[in-house]
């Protein structure tokens, strides 16, 4: 599976963005899809997943309320709308897929996008 994030820009704090992951290949054979984000000096931390039927969702703490994940399996896309940015969203983000059955939602990724970097301002 090849991944194409896109969506990524800069934005002042309050403001909005919507990222998107373009699935290609054998997409039919993933479970989940993640959306992460890293900054420099930091480890990479899980956003917000969402199964293939779009029927389990995970969202961390820092977003709840915020962002919105949701996919179109008719275009083989996973999007990341995001409100109400804060400078503290200021990362790269990339969007994965994991293949296999899990309950841990930020484990055992397998195919990584290239990242979009997002840039809220004060």
């Known amino acids: 599976v090849q991944l194409q994030a896109s969506g990524g820009g800069l934005v002042q704090a309050g403001g909005s963005l919507r990222l998107s992951c373009a699935a290609s290949?054998?997409?039919?054979?993933?479970?989940?899809t993640g959306w992460f984000r890293q900054t420099p000096g930091k480890e990479r931390e899980i956003v917000a997943a969402i199964s293939w039927s779009g029927g389990s969702i995970y969202y961390a703490d820092s977003v709840k309320g915020r962002f919105t994940i949701s996919r179109d399996n008719a275009k083989n896309t996973v999007y990341l709308q995001m409100n109400s940015l804060k400078p503290e969203d200021t990362a790269v983000y990339y969007c994965?897929?994991?293949?296999?059955?899990?309950?841990?939602?930020?484990?055992?990724?397998?195919?990584w996008g290239q990242g979009t970097q997002v840039t809220v301002s004060s």
């Open positions: 290949g054998r997409s039919s054979s993933i479970y989940r």
């Open positions: 994965a897929v994991r293949r296999a059955p899990s309950p841990l939602v930020g484990v055992g990724y397998d195919s």
